[in-house]
């Protein structure tokens, strides 16, 4: 009589192979996304608070703990820009008539996006 | 993809058995087959039945990846057998298992019965509200009108895509990869007019959105349909109709 062996399932399976594990990183960046979004709330209340305020807080963010955070924060940061920039065309498969736009300019046009951003803020911070 | 001739004559192949009359689970066997430089996978597969055990038990027909039968786990990694050329798994040993994710039969067959009740769950069929009369002639189509679904059409229901789903693995409701982009490709048909008989079950827990977008399907693909890239698409779609239902419940859907 045939008894089919059940599937199996593994509790581990994000462990099990490279695009699995890369997965899991990508979903847990958005944790230490949060975590640095928590560090830049406390600065703008420690702003509110006045001078003394912010000066203490700019001193302690520059103990070692918090230097790794940001370390590994920033690590993250780019591991998920690079994944979702990746993603687009996936979620966004723009077509010109009957040919589609290439995957690599969609994905190029978020990096320039990116960067015309940042320039932006650091032009408006530095000025 | 040049590469030389290896000189290896003989490559190990580990095979999972699984006979329900004698294994309590499936169990690895080692099998040395002769080495072909042109051979893939199903090639020693082959051999090792014709000459070896003809006991072993596996799915094939086409030899050409368009059948989709001979979906296996080659070194843990979703592959149409007929495909996997054993000189990129060099020297060996090769571990050929049932595809994940589903029950197995015997040795390398799977049970498939839960994809064939989702695959027809999705009505994958155009639906129309009235045939149009045949004076009128057959329903015509752009050649962008076809760009839009055509790629989804391509699925050959080789299953790979849920053998590499994790979602699929731990959901048993989750419709899985090949059956949403197979409702993608209808629902983006501009003949088809079934879209609102498929939206409550695409757009619930256990179609789209349970998807957490691992993106494995759409790499395991042999006929890159993308079903990941359908999904997201679908995802898209269904928060632009939440919305509009919204903003203008009276509307169109």
């Not at chain 1, 830049?40 to 230097?67: I, N, T």
């Not at chain 1, 723009?94 to 990116?114: F, T």
């Not at chain 2, 790979?160 to 629902?187: I, K, S, T, W």
Request: aromatic share 12%; charged share 20%; proline share 6%.
């Amino acid at each position: 009589m045939a008894r089919p062996y059940p599937r199996e399932r593994s509790n581990a399976w994000f462990l099990e192979r490279w695009p699995y594990r890369v997965f899991v990183l990508r979903e847990l960046s958005a944790l230490f996304l949060a975590l640095y979004m928590g560090v830049l709330l406390v600065l703008a209340a420690r702003v509110h608070e006045g001078s003394s305020a912010f000066r203490d807080y700019v001193d302690a963010l520059q103990s070692p703990l918090y230097l790794a955070f940001h370390a590994v924060a920033l690590l993250f940061a780019l591991l998920h820009s690079v994944t979702w920039f990746q993603a687009v065309p996936k979620g966004l498969p723009l077509r010109r008539g009957e040919q589609r736009v290439a995957p690599a300019l969609l994905i190029g046009a978020n990096y320039v996006a990116m960067l015309a951003l940042t320039v932006l803020v650091l032009v408006v911070v530095l000025s | 993809m040049t590469q030389a001739p290896s000189d290896a004559t003989t490559i190990r192949l580990e095979i999972a058995r699984y006979r329900p009359e004698q294994d309590e689970r499936p169990v690895l066997e080692r099998y040395d087959v002769p080495y072909r430089h042109e051979w893939v996978v199903l090639d020693a597969l082959n051999y090792l039945k014709d000459h070896i055990d003809g006991t072993l038990s596996y799915r094939w027909s086409c030899r050409m990846g368009i059948c989709g039968s001979c979906g296996m786990m080659v070194n843990g990694v979703p592959k149409l057998t007929c495909s996997a050329f054993l000189r990129d798994y060099l020297p060996g040993p090769i571990r050929v298992e049932p595809m994940a994710n589903f029950p197995v039969e015997r040795d390398l067959v799977t049970v498939l019965d839960d994809f064939m009740e989702k695959f027809q769950a999705v009505k994958p069929w155009i639906i129309r509200d009235g045939e149009q009369p045949l004076e009128e002639g057959e329903y015509r189509q752009t050649p962008a009108q076809l760009a839009d679904f055509k790629q989804f059409s391509m699925c050959i229901n080789c299953m790979l895509c849920y053998a590499a789903c994790p979602v699929y693995q731990h959901e048993d409701e989750f419709l899985g990869p090949a059956v949403l982009a197979l409702a993608q490709r209808y629902n983006h048909d501009s003949r088809d007019q079934g879209k609102g008989e498929r939206q409550e079950l695409i757009w619930s827990d256990e179609g789209i959105w349970d998807c957490t977008f691992v993106g494995e399907c759409s790499a395991v693909c042999p006929k890159h349909v993308d079903p990941a890239g359908a999904i997201q698409q679908a995802k898209v779609e269904s928060t632009v109709g939440w919305y509009r239902s919204f903003l203008a419940p009276f509307g169109r859907g």
